[in-house]
């Protein structure tokens, strides 16, 4: 691989770093909370800030007919920002916008003032994923502050949407449209490891059916949906159980494959038997497993259960994800692992998540594809306080330009 510089990548980081934290507090004070994705305003903020550095920015928004498919209303923007573009391999960084919702009660810090304390942003977004947004800012300033940018690549920031509810019109769609026809992929990812692959998931939702009655005086009369739905659950955590053993990845930090209801819902008063219960259920699919196997195995659970007489049970599929996995030894997670090493002084992994991901669109188009980016289990992502430290956007952004710099130049 070509020698890079990395001394000069990283004094050019620190001189970027300042601006890169400003990007993100303004990125922060920009709410982007989705559902419902109201994108008008970071959609403006994050292209203005790529024009104003000399960077062609486009929106690439998904077509009506894509949202009315996938039932969302419009508009869903998602800009590119092309630093550069030459004959050589074209690199993607990709990171996305919206944010989960807010319980401002549980928090400490305004969620939306983007509060720098402590050494950390805080602010909902500051880790997933503006933090990423704004540490790939930085990568990609940094390489033209040290006049580093490789000559023949195209290096393109891929800013997309959706990625809290699927992203199938956020990098879903940009990947499917042809855009991009890119070799590389750098999806958000945490600053202590590199992972080459992902789980999928299934959402189910499964509905018992009973027969209402007097709980009291004739509860015999009734069909009690609660109790079905109550004996599935238990078979499905014998079959979570299971999984621990007969379903583990050879990928290093996935672990095994899971089953987890998380959401119950039924009946109609205290005193009525209750004719209707529907729960969901999260199944993450290692990359070993294929996906309609894994819908196959959890429908045989649920068909083999012996429920109350008078009762059956529905399973629909709300979500499907499938996993990916990518070259482990490809030259972007070799030169990602490297310079994460030499850059942050610690050990990193190189693995897998069994989170799924928008990586996976990028992989399954056979794009060599990993996720590394700021952020670690102090980040809170998703929950109150959410942050993250300003330290790790520097080192990120200097990993990810180093990368850049070495893969953008070896073909």
């Excluded at 880790?127 to 930085?138: E, F, N, P």
Aim: hydrophobic share 40%; net charge negative; charged share 25%.
């Amino acid at each position: 691989m070509t020698d890079i510089d990395l001394e000069r990548i990283e004094r050019a980081a620190d001189e970027e770093l300042d601006d890169a934290v400003a990007f993100l507090r303004e990125m922060i004070r920009t709410p982007s909370v989705n559902p419902p994705g109201d994108y008008d305003g970071i959609h403006a903020l994050v292209s203005e800030t790529f024009e104003s550095f000399g960077w062609d920015a486009e929106t690439l928004a998904a077509p009506a007919a894509l949202l009315e498919e996938l039932g969302l209303e419009g508009p869903r923007p998602n800009v590119l920002g092309y630093v550069t573009r030459g004959d050589g391999p074209t690199i993607v960084l990709n990171a996305h916008l919206d944010t989960v919702p807010v319980d401002e009660s549980k928090w400490s810090y305004d969620p939306f003032a983007a509060t720098l304390d402590e050494g950390r942003v805080w602010g909902r977004g500051a880790r997933d994923s503006k933090g990423r947004v704004a540490a790939y800012t930085l990568a990609a300033r940094a390489l033209e502050a040290a006049d580093m940018v490789p000559a023949d690549a195209t290096i393109v920031l891929a800013i997309t949407v959706d990625e809290e509810t699927g992203g199938h019109a956020g990098p879903g769609y940009v990947v499917d449209s042809g855009v991009l026809d890119a070799d590389y992929a750098i999806v958000e990812g945490n600053i202590d490891r590199v992972d080459y692959a992902a789980a999928g998931v299934v959402h189910f939702e499964v509905t018992v059916s009973g027969r209402s009655a007097h709980a009291g005086t004739n509860p015999e009369k009734g069909a009690n949906a609660v109790v079905g739905a109550s004996r599935i659950v238990g078979a499905l955590d014998a079959y979570a159980d299971r999984l621990k053993t007969e379903r583990v990845s050879d990928v290093p930090g996935i672990g095994h494959a899971t089953c987890t209801p998380a959401t119950i819902e039924g009946g109609l008063k205290t005193n009525v038997v209750p004719s209707s219960c529907s729960f969901t259920v999260d199944r993450r699919v290692l990359p070993e497993e294929d996906l309609d196997d894994a819908e196959r195995a959890f429908r045989d659970v649920v068909a083999d259960v012996d429920l109350p007489d008078g009762t059956s049970a529905a399973v629909d599929v709300v979500l499907r994800a499938r996993p990916f996995e990518s070259d482990s030894d490809g030259p972007l997670v070799r030169s990602l692992a490297r310079h994460a090493e030499t850059v942050t002084g610690s050990d990193v992994l190189v693995g897998g998540t069994r989170g799924f991901t928008d990586a996976r669109f990028f992989g399954h188009a056979g794009i060599e594809t990993a996720k590394y980016g700021p952020g670690d289990e102090e980040s809170n992502v998703h929950g109150p306080d959410e942050n993250v430290k300003v330290d790790q956007v520097r080192d990120a952004g200097a990993v990810v330009a180093a990368t850049l710099a070495e893969i953008g130049s070896d073909r």
